[in-house]
């Protein structure tokens, strides 16, 4: 018991170093443990039931609009490479070979996937004829591979799970359409079930897909103010179609080659959601994916123990019925004041807690892990009580977050400005670009932060490039990014 | 259309060439392509729902008793395959090996996983210190790779998807229970779900999971009278512990090895599907895991078209508002004879046909996939009507998979017998055996068939090892297998 009290305390302040609380928590919450092989780690079940709960939301999103799942091999040939130019740039530095197999040396070498364009390119080619065979409309859940040099659970690991849409489509004005469509089943996915509010826009050319021709993005605000890409959708236009030939013959007896898109989220989610809702006490999930949502724990005096259990196991099975995910703990071992901080740590949205007097007075306490506040419910209609404040919570906490955003968002004419407020602020910064690659680079060179995307929305329109003055073409949302 | 046409007319008979069969329809009905790496197949949109359907029904019984899923890396250093030794002479000449990654050699090849208790048996060492930390119940879904020799689509391919279980217990005892529980918990499964009759058993030693002290088995049999083991569960004893050192202290303070066990079912339960329900017209999937349940296919003359799609689409909400998976195929560029053909090969359960004189009727015509019987449905019910119809079906279909096994079971005395019976028919034969792995040895090399399992609830005990004449010790099931 001492032993996992001092597990909760030994999480270092957000003020104190943002990093090392993050390792604390994901540690301390059980949601990883680092793996022995560099850069991996292993999904522990708080960690991957978040997973889960993401799949579960998204994939009900990806089947309402037309999608359906198939898998794909996982090893790709190092030829399929480099048949698209700059999707082997963007790649190969990051590539784990496959080179011996069944006791054998193979005469081509194979990658691990790091993405599915090339090998899902090569079948489409084999698939599409027609224009009645279009669109296609798959997604894959998968594992994937990049072996990066700095890894951070979570948010950059060498191996990692997500999903992958790739769509083939007849037209150009289809498949940007289906490109934005994600863009938004994705916005609409993390805002309503993460409480994590994003910001969409288009990526500048120098953050785009390898291999792509536009490239969207959800941005979100960690705590530390910095930015994560929270899910991109790409419109490759005909480039891997011409890189693997995937041509299909139109109404009009015209050979022509398909529009694809590729869109993606991954487990990085999960870091996400720590970073945006987390503080000092430890880890706070958002109602809707939270593996517990409530927690019951009996107090008060061995004397009362008894006729408190029965009550709590009645409403604990009442809660449940309605398909809350509860947890009673009626441990022994461990006193209620442990508890309070062990749930609290591991973001449990809310905890009741049921006592003799409770008894008596017909009641429970409830414990808002996102406010702190206390209140007190009546046992009658204690289910959509429940309900009612989990949803409540569920809404707190993209509002929270959103404020937060709000009051870390700054507006710059210029670079100096941007240098000054990114020395002693942290947060996104909104400025003016004239579109040139090389204002862009001085900004990274300058202040670390990148461009994040040039947003649909902008709280205003920037008139000058922060750079070099010139009119600017896009305002753009910088900030430094994970 | 006439491509399609042919391709339906494609199938070779079961009769004439089984395997040729077998590919025919996993092809034909769109379950599967070959993929560009030897031995990988693409699981596609029909096939990949199969498993998905799979994984529900599964995931739900895992986590009905207790189970959580977790994720673990899919590369292993070689290191770790050198400490169970049973375990590395099982699958070594079976591993594809990653030796270069980010632009470099690596110190130490890291195999992709062929299953996963050696990278599992190194974290649970680190997470299990107490009695308290007992038992761990975990499941994950992953992909697994064996370099085999031979390949054959779902089957036995390079790369496959499944799901192990990994549990460690404090006791011996708790640790078989749990064997068994998960055992049971397939068999149920794969009779309810999939209605293919099985045959709960234990291995014989020689055919053993690599590591395990015992390993039991579900065996099915196809068409072809082979037989395809569908699921396994091992109990390790403390085997996996000793060599990755996974110790915990008791109550009464003393520091022990845990007992772990084991457990898998992977996709070739799809191919199982095929081999054992298909026939000469395609593929026939039981209703609960059918992607489409029921097709509705209107009929009639050109000039009756409106008034029939009118009401089709009426009787189309109606069901798919009752949670039944139908498609409505009112495509005008195929013939409703095209149309049947089509469905039929692709195994949908259930056809309903709406023409002018059913408008008059108040009718809807059904056919049974199963039994090719047509009848006729009253439009009034036909949401419970068809419900009772699906649940026939399935009951159906594993009656007519149980007969068939029976009709295909054999009782032997010796090997002579063992060996005619086997050059004539196909199917299962029980056996008395001593238990010498010598006699096993033997009977394989003789018949080619090789001991399925010792089952659980034999038809009947046989007295004499077939091969030696000795007292039989075990009863057991031989077929050549998948």
């Known amino acids: 018991m001492a032993e996992e009290k001092e597990v909760v305390k030994e999480i270092t302040p957000q003020s104190e170093d943002f990093s090392r609380w993050y390792i604390d928590v994901v540690r301390k919450a059980d949601l990883m443990d680092y793996a022995p092989v560099r850069g991996c780690i292993v999904f522990k079940p708080d960690g991957y039931e978040l997973w889960e709960r993401c799949q579960q939301a998204l994939d009900r999103r990806f089947k309402e ?53 090339t090998i899902i390119g090569y079948m489409y080619a084999r698939w599409i004829q027609s224009y009645r065979d279009l669109p296609i409309l798959i997604n894959q859940w998968a594992n994937v591979f990049r072996w990066e040099k700095r890894t951070l659970p979570f948010l950059r690991t060498t191996e990692f799970l997500w999903q992958e849409g790739h769509t083939a489509h007849a037209t150009e004005e289809e498949a940007r359409e289906e490109t934005l469509r994600m863009l938004e089943v994705y916005r609409d996915f993390v805002e309503t079930e993460l409480a994590i509010p994003v910001i969409k826009g288009q990526k500048t050319p120098s953050e785009k897909f390898a291999g792509a021709v536009e490239t969207y993005s959800i941005e979100a605000m960690m705590k530390d103010g910095k930015a994560v890409q929270a899910g991109t959708s790409h419109y490759m236009g005909t480039n891997f179609a011409r890189s693997f030939d995937i041509k299909f013959l139109d109404r009009d007896n015209q050979l022509k080659y398909v529009h694809t898109t590729s869109w993606g989220v991954s487990t990085r989610l999960i870091g ?22 409530v927690v019951l724990i009996p107090i008060g005096p061995a004397k009362a123990r008894e006729e408190v259990l029965a009550r709590a196991r009645e409403l604990y099975a009442r809660l449940r019925e309605a398909g809350i995910r509860i947890r009673l703990d009626d441990r022994e071992e461990y006193t209620p004041g442990w ?34 506040e206390k209140l007190t419910l009546s046992q009658d209609g204690l289910v959509e009580a429940v309900q009612n404040l989990l949803a409540e919570i569920q809404q707190n906490m993209f509002k929270k977050a959103l404020q937060f955003r709000e009051e870390h968002s700054y507006q710059v004419e ?3 400005e941007m240098s000054r407020i990114l020395e002693e602020k942290t947060g996104f910064v909104l400025a003016g670009w004239c579109g040139d690659a090389g204002c862009e680079a001085k900004v990274k060179e300058t202040t670390k932060a990148t461009a994040r995307n040039i947003p649909f929305d902008p709280p205003a329109r920037m008139s000058r490039c922060l750079v070099c003055g010139q009119p600017a073409r896009h305002t753009v949302w910088f900030a430094r990014a994970y």
């Open 339 to 372: 508890k309070f901080n062990e749930y609290e740590m591991r973001g449990v949205p809310l905890r009741l807690e049921l006592g003799p007097r409770d008894l008596q007075n017909h009641a429970v306490v409830a414990a808002r892990r996102d406010t702190g």
């Open 65 to 117: 609009t037309g999608h359906r799942n198939a898998y794909f091999p996982t090893l790709i040939p190092e030829s399929f490479f480099e048949k698209e130019k700059e999707h082997v740039e963007g790649f190969n530095p990051e590539l784990p070979w496959v080179t011996e197999a069944g006791g054998e040396k193979l005469e081509e070498r194979l990658a691990l996937r790091p993405t599915s364009e």
């Open 272 to 293: 996400c959601l720590v970073m945006v809702h987390g503080d000092d006490r430890g880890l706070a999930l958002p109602p809707k994916v939270a593996p517990t949502q």
């Open 414 to 416: 210029t670079l100096d």
